[in-house]
């Protein structure tokens, strides 16, 4: 197969059993990306049946499920991260924001929860509205449709724990090209310097975590989409890719009023360079 980042062909990395099918995965010489080919491989319906295995938690309020709390535990301080931009003024009510790969919607909701304990007030019912294309929600509240999904629409492109599950180039770009001129791309997803030649990898214990990203195969996607800064915040584990140098420097100036790390560099950060790579090793996500 040949690398979605920059063509290269790729080489067997290494194979690791789930059930009973054996997984292949490999890896590109060149920029380090690393796929779960047998997944890319596999049929629509195949495909389909392991992200739901992967969902069944979502929408499901159990509060000692541990997939729950993990769950929970990663958006939090994402959507704190989320409302502090909107209320230092990098964001507005104006701004066209989607949760790219939300599913239930949880994550807008506890965006929206924030702002209005914090602001007591809002004209938008949801200030970041969710796309998912795999639940094919339609007219519900806080949901954009397919038709809403313009490319270079959006002020505000947020994408959590979404790109490790993305399968070839096509998926990649849907998502960064949705960015405006003047917009802002939030992801998250874990980056590393080198991907663990180990099939009993933390990362990999669901076959759903197929495309696995390192700083090197990041930064060319980066590159290659036109963004000019970036930003890494650390308790929320985000990158911020900014389309324009101006909101880039908005985005300095009020970041000593944002709690937590800060890391800046005109080129992708490349913020995780050795193993382990999170500091809470056994919560990465
Ligand atoms: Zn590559």
């Known amino acids: 197969m040949e690398c979605l980042v920059c063509n290269t062909k790729m080489e067997p990395y290494f194979e690791k059993k789930y059930d009973i099918k054996t997984h292949i995965f490999e890896r590109c010489p060149s920029c380090g990306l690393v796929i779960n080919s047998t997944v890319y491989n596999m049929s629509e319906a195949e495909w389909s049946d392991a992200n739901n295995v992967h969902k069944s938690f979502q929408g499901e309020i159990d509060t000692q499920n541990p997939s729950w709390k993990k769950r929970i535990s990663r958006l939090q301080p994402q959507a704190e991260l989320v409302y502090q931009l909107y209320i230092n003024g990098l964001f507005d009510e104006d701004t066209k924001a989607v949760d790219y790969g939300g599913g239930d919607g949880l994550f807008s909701e506890m965006i929206q929860k924030d702002y209005l304990e914090k602001c007591h007030t809002s004209q938008k019912k ?152 999170h500091h809470h090793a056994m919560d990465p996500r």
């Open 126 to 277: 949801f200030l970041v509205k969710t796309y998912e294309k795999y639940l094919q929600i339609k007219d519900k509240d806080g949901y954009y449709n397919e038709q809403d999904m313009t490319p270079k629409s959006f002020d505000l492109a947020i994408c959590s724990a979404v790109l490790e599950h993305m399968i070839g180039r096509e998926d990649v770009d849907y998502f960064f090209n949705l960015v405006n001129d003047t917009g802002v791309a939030i992801i998250h997803t874990l980056i590393c310097e080198s991907v663990p030649q180990d099939p009993d990898w933390f990362y990999i214990s669901m076959p759903v975590h197929c495309t696995l990203w390192t700083n090197e195969a990041m930064s060319r996607i980066y590159t290659q989409h036109g963004f000019v800064g970036c930003a890494y915040h650390l308790p929320s584990k985000m990158w911020l890719f900014f389309k324009d140098s101006e909101k880039y420097n908005l985005c300095k100036d009020i970041s000593s009023k944002i709690p937590g790390e800060w890391t800046f560099s005109p080129s992708f950060v490349d913020y995780w360079k050795a193993p382990p790579y």
